[in-house]
């Protein structure tokens, strides 16, 4: 540790929900710092695979204050967009990023949080924690998962298909990510691919994207603070944004879910009416946990791994926010578009708190 250093605000996390929040603290005039652990702008997107497009037009895939600019050539950016946007974004506010930094635990410390870093420590008097989920995928318990001699791999360690060329490959999940990557593999004729979920995948229709699942989030929401009848949100629409891969690969006939299967054996897997298969490779699209070790010293967890919060202010500690892990810390608060209203929500709550 080379020392303590003082500021207003702590942010942890320097992808797209920190780089929100700065933008709203700085605009409100408090002093802050982002804490980030890559090593380079662009948060998650730079690590995801190579054929992810957004859901949306650039225009609809924007944080506050600036408008990502369209990708020549392409409806729906791709990932190195998004990452040369946030880059772009973090220089052209001049957003006070400090990387590579990473935070090891938040701590009460009397009237202040100290927050513990491979570094040194910081103290603040709120902290807006915006580390997301990628950094903490979710593999479920499937009987002989331990004894398949086959490689697996997650979402966030996949790439492209042709590392699977001539195998036979197994994508578990029937969400986005799922979806995408079977599509993925699927249009490459090298990989003899399976998709698998555990109920019958649902397509939104071919004309949705991420611009009304936004509205749909956010009408959700508003009915639920005005105490009106729940209307589902995006998850009443269905599962998977039929982006363009997508819509070919099923269209050619190429994106059929089968049931998931029940055990793994040494060289493959066991289906429910006992039908074996032989796998060289299984991905799971099976989705994230947030990423929260970092606030366990606070003592807060709740059901499901969540922390209970009012908004994005966490009910067991008025001086801590979270930020960007889904709709349970603001709708859509974990999209481009949408983290940008619970960034301002925090940014206001935190400048009140400063000013008592």
Known sequence: MTGDRHTQVV????????????YHLRRLGVDFVILDAQSTPGGAWQ?????????????????????M???????YPDAEHVVAY???YEKRYELPVQRPVRVLGVHRERELLRVETDSESWHARAVISATGTWWRPFLPAVPGRRDFEGVQLHTVQYRRPQVFAGQRVIVVGGGNSGAQIAADLALDSDVDVTWVTQRPPRFLADDID???????????RRALDEGRTDTGGVASLG???AVPPVREARDRGLLTARPMFTRFHADGVESADGRRAGVDAVIWCTGFRPALSHLAPLNLRGARGHIPTDGTRAIGEPRLHLLGYGDWTGPASATLIGVGRSARDAAGEIAHLLRG
């Open 11 to 22: 942010i942890i996390g320097g992808g797209q929900s920190g780089l929100a929040a700065g």
């Open 86 to 88: 946030l880059g772009d």
């Open 47 to 67: 690590h995801t695979w190579d054929s992810l497009h957004l859901f949306s037009p650039a225009g609809f895939s924007s944080l506050p204050g600036r408008l």
């Open 69 to 75: 600019p369209p990708q020549p050539g392409e409806e």
């Open 210 to 220: 991420g611009r009304a699942l936004f509205d749909v989030a956010t009408a959700r």
């Open 239 to 241: 599962d998977i944004v």
